[in-house]
């Protein structure tokens, strides 16, 4: 049971364009939402996260939104910079964090 | 820096020869976990220790163990690693305030080979 769902397993951006990361879950019961952000040979390391009663959250090039009544939240990232290649996972946070499979961020230079 | 870290990042072991992997933290954080994560999957919870408190997560097997002898350190004791077990292990810790755990942060992982 895929309580959160990152069906693009990768997506690939020139830089400088804005890269658009989507999640979808089902467990109505997650009150918090959170991106990580994943290197090769390193753990995730916190991006930005947003409460269920917020629809956006800001952070420099960081925007997430979330639309509760689609159960579906995005990460935007503008511009997109080469260092931004990474892996990224969503997470929905009730008892304890479920994470995504992540989405594979390719950024052309 | 304060920071989390696990040790050795790539550990090799025999199937059914008994391993250890550790992590410890600077954060001086009260919640420590330990996921599983094989190849293009989510992060799978095995367990976590609220102070000395162990949670066990439902689905983890019994093969799997943990220790948790102070704040800084914590120990995942797999008794006899089986092929399927292979993955890269992932600690993680976050303050827990009231009812809420704060955001987690985690170590570079462990890639468990098992041969």
């Known amino acids: 049971d895929q309580q959160v769902k990152q069906n693009s397993p990768s997506l690939s951006v020139q830089e400088g364009r804005i890269s658009i990361l989507n999640c979808d879950y089902t467990?109505?019961?997650?009150?918090?939402f959170l991106w990580y952000k994943k290197y090769p040979a390193e753990g995730p390391t916190f991006l930005i996260s947003i409460s269920s009663i917020k629809d956006k959250n800001e952070d420099g090039r960081f925007t997430v939104f979330l639309n509760k009544s689609a159960k579906h939240l995005s990460l935007h990232i503008v511009p997109s910079q080469p260092g931004d290649s990474a892996v990224y996972f969503c997470a929905g946070s009730a008892r304890q964090l479920t994470f995504g499979s992540g989405t594979q961020l390719t950024v052309l230079p | 820096d304060a920071m989390v870290i696990q040790n050795p990042r790539y550990q090799v072991t025999q199937f059914g020869k008994p391993v250890t992997l550790s992590c410890s933290q600077t954060?001086?954080?009260?919640?420590m976990y330990w996921y599983q994560q094989k190849s293009s999957q989510a992060p799978k919870l095995l367990f976590h220790y609220y102070d000395k408190d162990f949670n066990n997560e439902a689905d983890t097997p019994d093969n799997f163990q943990s220790r948790r002898p102070n704040t800084s350190f914590c120990f995942l004791d797999i008794r006899s690693p089986g092929l399927g077990d292979a993955a890269m292990y992932l600690c993680?810790?976050?303050?827990?305030?009231?009812?809420?755990?704060?955001?987690?942060?985690f170590g570079p992982g462990t890639r468990l080979t098992v041969l």
């Open positions: 954060l001086n954080h009260n919640v």
């Open positions: 467990n109505s019961m997650f009150d918090y």
């Open positions: 993680a810790t976050s303050r827990k305030v009231g009812t809420r755990t704060d955001t987690q942060y």
